[in-house]
């Protein structure tokens, strides 16, 4: 290996390993409130299945984030817009307890921890997509963005395994607290690696609507960049609705332990971290990422109607088994999706495209959390919407394969 070629792979390394940890710590923040939601609802005078508004709530601000982020990482840095996205994210969090301790009359307040949450966390991928395409050897892009989205369930499974624990220890005001100081953590220690990283700045590049919009215009213009884009609608709304109402289901419904629905939750993210690494490196080598995605997709409806159906002839194992295969799937689509996405971009363009593609995948999230609480509160069941997003997904990845043939 010559000088250069080293140089190159340790810069690649440098950035998958910023991107990722910068990844797990913004999906973190944006699921605490979901874990926890069975005991900050009673805090703040409302009903745990409301967790679903602020999760739209949240992905609302990342749609908006998504699509403006292109022109602010051109002109500052994917870095330093990362690093104002972790400090947005801790500012979210800081929020909710905030509100909680102030006087009732003040909890209407709590609405903005999602939208700040959503800012910060909705630029992180352009942000890391723009680095990562970059910088990702070629014959492993795929791979490469599916290990950095393994951030996603890792926060997430992270949250699951360490915050309900850490709430009946400390109190969930507690756990924020230290969610928003790991944040400014995260947000000092990436501070060196922007002289490697941030290279390609364009200070002059205008920040305007016309700009903001520029890269949603060059997507709708390719037919391949809007069918992936659709994808990441469904899927995602699948994705968060696991994410976010999981939890909920099994306390509920179910009569799990906070502890124990928690563990679900992290089987679920361990799910997705494997799949998401696993069809990365199957897509590189062995199956057209198009129907990969569209296998993905019956398989994670699949699993949505088992999770529907589960009840007390159901064993706790075979309960877990179902948790880990729907996340796998799920879960784990995201990196092969926004890898095809950075391929199909201009050159140069894979942050501005991937934001654009972003703010398509974040309307989904923002539609499916609140139509699974609108679901769930005029039926009285949590069933009914994952069999909704099971159906949905499941229509979805039968259209890719057949349009993949």
């Known amino acids: 290996m010559t000088g250069d070629e080293r140089g190159a792979a340790r810069t690649a390394t440098i950035a998958l390993v910023v991107t990722l940890a910068i990844q797990l710590y913004t999906s973190l923040a944006a699921t605490a409130t979901a874990v926890l939601a069975p005991v900050i609802g009673p805090d703040l005078g409302v009903a745990p299945k409301l967790v679903g508004v602020f999760v739209g709530l949240v992905y609302a601000g990342s749609m908006v984030a998504s699509l403006a982020s292109g022109g602010f990482i051109e002109r500052f840095g994917a870095i330093r817009v990362s690093q104002v996205c972790v400090l947005l994210c801790a500012v979210g969090v800081a929020i909710v307890p905030a509100v909680a301790s102030a006087p009732a009359g003040y909890v209407a307040l709590v609405a903005a921890a999602p939208l700040v949450l959503g800012l910060g966390y909705g630029a992180i991928t352009p942000a890391s997509s723009h680095v990562l395409a970059r910088t990702a050897p070629p014959g492993r892009m795929a791979l490469t963005f599916s290990i950095k989205q393994t951030g996603v369930p890792a926060g997430a499974a992270l949250a699951g395994a360490v915050l309900p624990g850490m709430a009946l220890g400390i109190g969930w005001r507690g756990a924020f607290v230290a969610i928003v100081v790991a944040g400014i953590v995260i947000a000092v220690i990436s501070q060196p690696t922007r002289a490697a990283l941030d290279t390609d700045l364009h200070a002059a590049r205008p920040l305007s609507l016309a700009a903001m919009f520029r890269p949603l215009k060059l997507l709708l213009g390719a037919p391949a960049l809007v069918e992936l884009s659709l994808v990441g609608f469904v ?83 075979a309960q877990m088994a179902v948790c880990a295969l729907f996340g796998a799937t799920a879960i784990g689509w995201n990196g092969v999706q926004l890898a095809e996405v950075a391929r199909h971009a201009p050159a140069g363009k894979a942050g501005a495209i991937t934001g654009a593609s972003g703010f398509v995948t974040f309307s989904g999230v923002v539609i499916g959390p609140s139509t699974f609480a609108l679901l769930s509160a005029l039926t009285g069941s949590y069933r009914v919407g994952f069999a909704a997003f099971g159906t949905a997904s499941l229509l979805c990845g039968l259209a890719l394969l057949a349009r993949s043939r």
């Open 235 to 317: 899927y995602a709304a699948t994705q968060v609705c696991l994410m976010s109402f999981l939890v909920v289901y099994l306390t509920e419904t179910l009569g799990f332990s906070l502890v124990g629905a928690g563990l679900a939750l992290t089987v679920a993210n361990l799910g997705g971290i494997v799949g998401r690494v696993t069809w990365g490196g199957v897509a590189d080598h062995y199956v057209r990422p198009r129907t990969l995605l569209g296998l993905l997709g019956l398989v994670a409806g699949g699993c949505a109607f088992a999770t529907a159906g589960f009840g007390p002839a159901w064993p706790a194992s």
